[in-house]
T-cell receptor
Framework: GQNIDQPTEMTATEGAIVQINCTYQ??????LFWYQQHAGEAPTFLSY????GLEEKGRFSSFLSRSKGYSYLLLKELQMKDSASYLC??????????FGDGTTLTVKP | DTAVSQTPKYLVTQMGNDKSIKCEQN?????MYWYKQDSKKFLKIMFS???????INETVPNRFSPKSPDKAHLNLHINSLELGDSAVYFC?????????????FGSGTRLTVV
């Protein structure tokens, strides 16, 4: 099976930087995704990492260490609209992605 | 021109009824999925189809039956609905089973069983 852990809730201030961690245990690892989900809406794809290292995409960056079973999503210059749930999802070569429980981020003025 | 569209968006029904949710994608993707998101926001895979062929069937009661008439459509039929079936059901698609593009999700169907 797969175990995916991420913090349940985080709070940060507008304009700040926040790092959301995700640890996982799996077999047949085939990549790690981050999704953003606003309340009452569908998840939307943010990033994908399959090799170790940092992937940067504007204000958002995602990091992966396969040997440690660890990833993080880094959000810079936080905006109020970044308040949402952030879902870590691990893909396997069995052809499916398993999602963590999500981290609810609240951005305060 | 919605990429992944689900109908209906809301569904309220009584226990014991049978209902269907429809999903269509116009992205040309080969793989489609059904996920269930419960009240605790946990998103759990139910089924996956690749070009009309069932490839993933998680531990889901056999009251749930997916059908894929072609690779652009994946419907979900639920028999004998129970209170515990209340959740948001998301359809999703991707170009390659688990490739680098992530899933494109539909807007979800909020099912309430009373």
């Amino acid at each position: 099976g797969q175990n995916i852990d991420q913090p349940t809730e985080m709070t940060a201030t507008e304009g700040a930087i926040v790092q959301i961690n995700c640890t996982y245990q799996t077999s047949g690892f085939n990549g790690l995704f981050w999704y953003q989900q606003h309340a009452g809406e569908a998840p939307t794809f943010l990033s994908y990492n399959v090799l170790d290292g940092l992937e940067e995409k504007g204000r958002f960056s995602s990091f992966l260490s396969r040997s440690k079973g660890y990833s993080y999503l880094l959000l810079k210059e936080l905006q109020m609209k970044d308040s949402a749930s952030y879902l870590c999802a691990v893909a396997t070569n069995a052809g499916k992605s398993t999602f963590g429980d999500g981290t609810t981020l609240t951005v305060k003025p | 021109d919605t990429a992944v569209s689900q109908t209906p968006k809301y569904l309220v029904t009584q226990m014991g009824n049978d209902k269907s949710i429809k999903c269509e994608q116009n992205l040309g993707h080969d793989t489609m999925y059904w996920y269930k998101q419960d009240s605790k926001k946990f998103l759990k895979i139910m089924f996956s189809y690749n070009n009309k062929e069932l490839i993933i069937n998680e531990t889901v009661p056999n009251r749930f039956s997916p059908k894929s008439p072609d690779k652009a459509h994946l419907n979900l039929h639920i028999n004998s609905l129970e209170l515990g079936d209340s959740a948001v059901y998301f359809c999703a698609s991707s170009p390659i089973g688990n490739g680098p593009y992530g899933y494109t999700f539909g807007s979800g169907t909020r099912l309430t069983v009373v």
